[in-house]
T-cell receptor, first 114, second 114 residues
Framework: AQSVTQLDSHVSVSEGTPVLLRCNYS??????LFWYVQHPNKGLQLLLK??????LVKGINGFEAEFKKSETSFHLTKPSAHMSDAAEYFC????????????FGTGTRLQVTL | GAVVSQHPSRVICKSGTSVKIECRSL??????MFWYRQFPKQSLMLMAT?????????EQGVEKDKFLINHASLTLSTLTVTSAHPEDSSFYIC??????????FGPGTRLTVL
C-alpha cells in the first residue's frame, strides 16, 4: 500500500530563517508527489507538485521541493520564513493506477516566531 | 484558474435533520470529485470518489446511505449527510480533478450537529 511519512509533527522557526519540512514516501515506480498548505479552517492550497519531470520543483510563495528517488524523499524548503507561512503542511502521494487517490501524510504544523 | 468552491462554509443543524453540501468547480470541468472528512488536528480522510453521471465509490467504513453523493454535472457534486448526529460534526472538504493527478480543493464546510 502506498504511504507517506512526515517526520515532524511540529516545526518552529524564526522569521527570516530557512524552513525544512521533511517527507518520505513508500517506494513505487511512478509516484506523483504534492505539498499542500492549509491555514486554519480553510481548504488546502497546492504549493507544488512533482510528476516525473524535473526533480527540483519550484512552487508558490518561494517554496521548493526536491524529489530524491534514492532516499525516497520529497522535503519542502524555503530560504526565508515569513509570518504568513505559519500553517499546516501536508505531503501527499499518489501512484499511477490508483484512480488518483491521494494518500496524505499526517501533517506538519509550521510555527513562525519573531 | 482551478478554483473549487463549497457551500455553505459553515452549517449548524439539529440532530436528525439532513444537510446538503455543494462542491463546484468554477473554471474547469471536473471528471472526478472527491469528498474528504477532517477531524480536528488530523489529516484528511477520503470518504468517497465520484465521477460525473455514475455512482460514487465509497471507502471502506463509510456508510453510503448516511453520506449520499450526487455528481450530476461536470461542475457540481453534492454531499448529503442524512439524519445527522453529533458524531457527524466535522470539517468536510471536497476536491476536483480535471485530467492528470492534481486535485484542487474547496475551502471546506464546517458541520456542527447539535
Amino acid at each position: 500500500a502506498q504511504s507517506v511519512t512526515q517526520l515532524d509533527s511540529h516545526v518552529s522557526v524564526s522569521e527570516g530563517t530557512p524552513v525544512l519540512l521533511r517527507c518520505n514516501y513508500s517506494s513505487s515506480y511512478s509516484p506523483s508527489l504534492f505539498w499542500y498548505v492549509q491555514h486554519p479552517n480553510k481548504g488546502l492550497q497546492l504549493l507544488l507538485k512533482y510528476t516525473s519531470a524535473a526533480t527540483l520543483v519550484k512552487g508558490i510563495n518561494g517554496f521548493e521541493a526536491e524529489f530524491k528517488k534514492s532516499e525516497t524523499s520529497f522535503h519542502l524548503t524555503k530560504p526565508s520564513a515569513h509570518m504568513s507561512d505559519a500553517a499546516e503542511y501536508f505531503c501527499v502521494v499518489t501512484y499511477t493506477g490508483t484512480a488518483s487517490k491521494l494518500t496524505f501524510g499526517t501533517g506538519t504544523r509550521l510555527q513562525v516566531t519573531l | 484558474g482551478a478554483v473549487v468552491s463549497q457551500h455553505p462554509s459553515r452549517v449548524i443543524c439539529k440532530s436528525g435533520t439532513s444537510v446538503k453540501i455543494e462542491c463546484r468547480s468554477l473554471d474547469f470541468q471536473a471528471t472526478t470529485m472527491f469528498w474528504y472528512r477532517q477531524f480536528p488536528k488530523q489529516s484528511l480522510m477520503l470518504m468517497a470518489t465520484s465521477n460525473e453521471g455514475s455512482k460514487a465509490t465509497y471507502e471502506q467504513g463509510v456508510e453510503k446511505d448516511k453520506f449520499l453523493i450526487n455528481h450530476a454535472s461536470l461542475t457540481l457534486s453534492t454531499l448529503t449527510v442524512t439524519s445527522a448526529h453529533p458524531e457527524d460534526s466535522s470539517f468536510y472538504i471536497c476536491s476536483a480533478r480535471e485530467t492528470g493527478e492534481t486535485q484542487y480543493f474547496g475551502p471546506g464546510t464546517r458541520l456542527t450537529v447539535l
